[in-house]
T-cell receptor, first 113, second 117 residues
Framework: AQSVTQLGSHVSVSEGALVLLRCNYSSSVPPYLFWYVQYPNQGLQLLLKYTTGATLVKGINGFEAEFKKSETSFHLTKPSAHMSDAAEYFCAVKPGGYNKLIFGAGTRLAVHP | EAGVAQSPRYKIIEKRQSVAFWCNPISGHATLYWYQQILGQGPKLLIQFQNNGVVDDSQLPKDRFSAERLKGVDSTLKIQPAKLEDSAVYLC???????????????FGEGSRLTVL
């Protein structure tokens, strides 16, 4: 069965520091992978996605993620955190052949001055 | 382009009462999803429609939850009777989902927050 594991339910960084949010997936066939962000009392907004091609994908707000098939990972990074990045981040996988997304449990990012 | 619309945004009911949530997807999106997001967890798919047909409802508690998308556009999710554990945010999402051309991106509404007392 396909699944997504996000390591660390809470991550706290200083403003200007590197952001690293971890995501590992299990899938029997090459999946499509996504990162969504959720601000308080709002729906989910797509940050970036990997479908095929280049394994390093860039998204909005300076975020990027790298698909590593050998490690079954899709970690999200941003070189320099901003206060406005404080939100909950969800990794999701679209298993091959299915038109639905399976989400991880989420990681809440806190950014402090 | 208008986004996914949901109503109501907030609802408080007592257990054993009923509640209904409405969703209007982005125009032209054939696929509509209802997700349940319990506090501290990721969204869990309840039901997926392709036009007005159900594609996947394997995780829908059918003894109390029902959903319909009669004309292939807007959709209603109903809970009757509600239980305490149904307290959650109910997210509606839509996607183009054209056969062979679906990159999987879902567009989400702001959600309907249900509190069952």
């Amino acid at each position: 069965a396909q699944s997504v594991t996000q390591l660390g339910s809470h991550v706290s960084v200083s403003e200007g520091a590197l952001v690293l949010l971890r995501c590992n997936y299990s899938s029997s066939v090459p999946p499509y992978l996504f990162w969504y962000v959720q601000y308080p009392n709002q729906g989910l907004q797509l940050l970036l996605k990997y479908t095929t091609g280049a394994t390093l994908v860039k998204g909005i707000n300076g975020f990027e993620a790298e698909f590593k098939k050998s490690e079954t990972s899709f970690h999200l990074t941003k070189p320099s955190a901003h206060m406005s990045d404080a939100a909950e981040y969800f990794c999701a996988v679209k298993p091959g052949g299915y038109n639905k997304l399976i989400f991880g449990a989420g990681t809440r990012l806190a950014v402090h001055p | 382009e208008a986004g996914v619309a949901q109503s109501p945004r907030y609802k408080i009911i007592e257990k054993r009462q009923s509640v209904a949530f409405w969703c209007n997807p982005i125009s032209g999106h054939a696929t509509l999803y209802w997700y349940q997001q319990i506090l501290g967890q990721g969204p869990k798919l309840l039901i997926q429609f392709q036009n007005n047909g159900v594609v996947d409802d394997s995780q829908l508690p059918k003894d109390r939850f029902s959903a319909e998308r009669l004309k292939g556009v807007d959709s209603t999710l109903k809970i009757q009777p509600a239980k305490l554990e149904d307290s959650a945010v109910y997210l509606c999402a839509s996607s183009l989902a054209l056969a062979g051309a679906n990159t999987g991106e879902l567009f989400f509404g702001e959600g309907s927050r249900l509190t069952v007392l």
